[in-house]
């Protein structure tokens, strides 16, 4: 391992006026450069003052702009500094990587891989001139550092968590309110319910004939205790579109267990940053395993709500959903492939997720919904009317629109936080690795979605509303509109796109995940209310 101080990378390069302006207007843009060596990414040290810590920020910049009367100063010198660890006597493995860019205008290549790299010190800047042609030398130096940080240990340097003292605070205060949430709602339901329950079964146990010459009291007590009794024989009732629904809570149920393997996985250490590209190939081969359980889960509920189109539940169920996010992914490629940029998905690797999808997922999709058609329907645990009951006016606040507003702030008060540490992560360029936290934010999201659904129901049928199906989806699933008008504030308030692609590609990404997550935070919803309606009714006597 030899130190180089200076060595020509390549033949003198011309920078035409179209090139020069493009480079410069990326200078100003704050571009990074990018590079891998043996899997780890290149970057910079730098401090964080707030906890004197030292870390290594991936990247490093193309040019630097200090005055921006002045034009920018392209990097054309790089410093590469290879720490290296002795793992056993002549094997050694590269644990860090940084990089100290420099512009050097009066950098000659010497031929042979030789180059003049100028003065260290009183070096003059290398600028683009957009009037006209600028030859431009790319020179570098190689130095090999020892270190005694071990090969288990070398991502250390690079995974840094930014103002950890607020995140975890933040998650405090988000677990508090859950908590206290969750008690509140669990309160208030035990203590009227029982004593509802008690009510009813008392009421049932006497013959109402001998109470009609008592007094109006008791009629009057009779009357005003029923609430939610009253819809006992139409609670069950199947909800319009049931097929849709159904559909929605087979991929809803898919991605549920898709998300939390996922996060456990990564939790657990599985899903190292050192493998490129682990995070994503896990959550596509969960995905197509856990196709058995959409296609179980959807057959299974369309077969409670008593629906006959069964084939068209087999076909919808592998086909919709993934469809939509097939058809969204593949139209925002389309625009980087017409930008020409290298982040473009290849169109083999969109063959290839086909063939996934359509010989793996949606075989497995349909053997579920198989064998769930094949297994008797769920009873209810109350017989349902033949005539549907009238539906007296609700109040405001629990009508469609309010309520979904009002229940869909709080699933996403507790991801909040998080949330804005993924984008933050994801548009800088950073690693993300605070899987212990998303695990933790996973939990209270799914708490806070089926007690403040649970609790909406018990209101609406309280209020002799029985259409509680959709309305339990829908209000869990609201928290998707508040994830993406986060999106769209993030966009405002941080980020500055500067073209229209840019634009396109950052909207259509977030209401993708938007959509995925409607789903997701819906099918919570909907099981915790479907879990409660039935303990609650098969509580009752009912003649």
Known sequence: MQNESCKALCEEQKFDKRSASFVNKRIGQNFNLNWLIDGLPAGQPYEDTTTNTEFYERGFPLGEQNDPSQPPAL???????????????????????????????????????????GDDINNIALTLNEEGETSVTWTYGVYWVPSATAWATRWDSYLHVYDPRIHWFSLIISAVIVVFLTGMVSGILMRALKKDIARYNRLDSYNLDDLSGTSAVAEDGIQEDS???????????????????????????????????????????FLSPSNRGSLGSAMILLWTIFGFIGGYVSSRVYKTFGGEAWKRNIVLTPVMVPGVVFSTFFLLDLFLWAQGSSGAVPFTTMLVILGIWFIISVPLSVAGSWWAFKQPALEAPVRTNQIPRQIPPSTRYLRSFPSMLLGGIL??????????????NIWFGRVYYMFGFLFLCYGLMIITCAA?????????????????????????????????????????????????????????YSALISFLFFILTGTIGFFSSWAFVRKIYGSIKID
């Open 227 to 269: 609430g939610w009794k009253l819809v006992h024989g139409d609670v069950f009732r199947p909800p319009r579109n049931p097929l849709l629904l159904s559909v929605f809570l087979g991929n809803g149920a898919q991605l549920f267990f898709m998300t939390g393997i996922t996060i456990v996985f990564a939790l657990l250490g």
């Open 75 to 117: 990097n054309n010198h790089y410093n590469i500094f290879v720490e290296y660890h002795e793992a056993r006597a002549g094997g050694y493995r590269v644990v860090g990587v940084l990089v100290i860019p420099s512009s050097r205008r009066d950098s000659k290549n010497l031929g042979d891989g030789k180059a003049n790299c």
């Open 452 to 508: 403040v659904t649970v609790l909406l129901v018990y209101f609406l049928l309280c209020s002799e509303n029985y259409h509680w199906q959709w309305r339990a989806f829908g209000t869990a699933g609201a928290s998707a509109g508040y994830v993406f008008a986060n999106a769209l504030f993030y966009w405002i308030s941080s980020l500055s796109f500067s073209n229209f692609t840019s634009a396109v590609l950052y909207v259509g």
């Open 411 to 424: 699933p996403f008060g507790a991801i909040f936080v998080e949330l804005y540490f993924i984008m933050s």
